[in-house]
């Protein structure tokens, strides 16, 4: 079985697959200072609750935007499963798709991930969006190649700065207002209309501005926590796969295996 770690700004997500179906998943929140003997601790008893052994992990891939999480990561893997994990865009599990910008190096792995499965998936000229700590929009070409993309503060990050900077303000729930009105009635309304119907005016007007300077039909495809409930009030989005970042590891993981 493979495991795939994907390590992000807020929190991990471990998935386990066989072959190419996600037999489980758990998420755990970010901490740099986490060692591997607390990753160990915690993994191991989750494997317990689905009655899969340790040693029925033979293959550990993982991408990061935390370089800081690294190392103990590379702990659990060695010391706890016995495994050399691949590291994703590193060696037999280098990207393996042109990118195409003034700084390639640059590119996140959640987004390279992302572009890796959405073009397996669908295929053609494509904008990923990924909807985590930041939203991600990513320009994918017809031959797979990386155009470029957006980084905007994510909806939570938005919201956190809204509070945060403000003295009388509520912490408020994410969520689609009751009504589909832009004219709150009280505080709480009104900031839940501009949060959400701010941030999905947001989205589609970048959209729609990508889809224009490409200047071929495109196919949107939609990732991370929030895309669902996104995709409930906008019909900007063609596929929707919450697993979208996990699989680009399981790909990059069977290919290593191939090269063996």
Request: net charge negative; with cysteine; charged share 25%.
């Amino acid at each position: 079985m493979l495991l795939a770690i994907d390590v992000g700004n807020t929190n991990l997500v471990f998935a386990l697959f066989d072959g190419d179906e996600v037999k489980a998943r758990w998420r755990i929140a970010t901490d740099a200072r986490r060692t591997g003997d607390e990753y160990a601790v915690w993994l191991l008893q989750l494997l317990g609750t689905v009655g899969i052994e340790r040693s029925d992990i033979d293959q550990v891939i993982y991408g990061s935007v935390v370089p800081r999480a690294d190392h103990n990561l590379s702990v659990l893997c060695e010391e706890y499963l016995g495994i050399t994990p691949l590291v994703a865009g590193q060696g037999k599990a280098s990207w393996g798709f042109e990118i195409d910008v003034e700084q390639p190096s640059s590119l996140g792995a959640d987004r390279a991930l992302n572009c890796i499965a959405a073009s397996k998936l669908v295929g053609g000229d494509m904008i990923v969006v990924d909807f985590g700590t930041a939203t991600k929009f990513e320009a994918v070409d017809f031959n797979g190649t990386y155009k470029g993309g957006i980084i905007t503060p994510g909806i939570n990050l938005s919201l956190d700065a809204l509070v945060g900077k403000t003295a009388k303000l509520p912490r408020i729930a994410i969520a689609a207002p009751e009504t589909r009105s832009v004219i709150g009635r009280n505080t709480e309304d009104q900031m839940l209309i501009g949060i959400f119907w701010g941030y999905v005016a947001m989205m589609e007007g970048l959209i729609e501005r990508m889809r224009a300077e490409i200047g071929r039909p495109v196919k949107v495809v939609a990732t991370g926590g929030l895309a669902v409930l996104f995709d409930e009030h906008t019909d900007i989005f063609d596929v929707v796969d919450r697993d979208l970042t996990i699989r680009g590891l399981q790909i990059l993981a069977d290919r290593a295996a191939r090269k063996d």
